[in-house]
């Protein structure tokens, strides 16, 4: 089927320490996005990386895309307190734009 | 900052009855969304709306459910006849046209179905 799927992960980490997460899929994708979701809030949109690109930064963000393996990653670089959240990746496919999410991440930073 | 916005943030409703979510999309954006969320699952695709129809729905969206944008704002979702099992986070998105596109999405709308 069409879904992102993280790694099932729980990340618990220290303020100022990097935190990585990854999300794998199944078919080809047209593009990638990573969401990040406060508790029980709504989903902020984080970054879009196009099938033809292999890396994208934004700010303390980098975002990997290997399709020749069907997985992502995502980079938090010196985490924060207010990054303490759930990450999800959500991938885009030709033809539409629906896009199918995946399980999450939850990353907690301990301050 | 241009934002999806969704009302109401919170929905409680009888079993059976027929609710309507409100949804106003980004101003400039031609591609609406409507996903759910049930508490500890995946967020699910449910239909996606463009130029006044729906141009993809999932299996998820049955005859309970319609889409409407009764003006050049507003987005809804209605359920007709609500079941417990419709107790989620509604989340509305909206995009721009075009293959590699951001999809925004509100604060959602957490629906309660008793």
């Known amino acids: 089927s069409q879904q992102g799927e993280e790694d099932p992960q729980a990340l618990s980490i220290q303020e100022g320490e990097n935190a990585t997460m990854n999300c794998s899929y199944k078919?080809?994708?047209?593009?990638l996005q990573w969401y990040r979701q406060n508790s029980g809030r709504g989903l902020v949109h984080l970054i879009l990386i196009r099938s033809n690109e292999r890396e994208k930064h934004s700010g303390r963000l980098r975002v990997t895309l290997d399709t020749s393996k069907k997985s992502s990653s995502l980079l938090i670089t010196a985490s924060r307190a207010a990054d303490t959240a759930s990450y999800f990746c959500a991938t885009g496919y030709y033809g539409n734009n629906r896009l199918a999410f995946g399980k999450g991440n939850q990353v907690v930073v301990i301050p | 900052e241009p934002e999806v916005t969704q009302t109401p943030s919170h929905q409680v409703t009888q079993m059976g009855q027929e609710v309507i979510l409100r949804c106003v999309p980004i101003?400039?954006?031609?591609?609406f969304y409507w996903y759910r969320q049930i508490l500890g699952q995946k967020v699910e695709f449910l239909v996606s709306?463009?130029?006044?129809?729906?141009?993809?729905k999932s299996e998820i969206f049955d005859d309970q459910f319609s889409v409407e944008r009764p003006d050049g704002s507003n987005f809804t979702l209605k359920i007709r006849s609500t079941k417990l099992e419709d107790s989620a986070m509604y989340f509305c998105a909206s995009s721009e046209v075009g293959s590699y596109t951001e999809a925004f999405f509100g604060q959602g709308t957490r629906l309660t179905v008793v």
């Open positions: 101003s400039n954006h031609l591609y």
């Open positions: 709306f463009y130029n006044n129809e729906i141009s993809e």
């Open positions: 078919t080809s994708i047209n593009n």
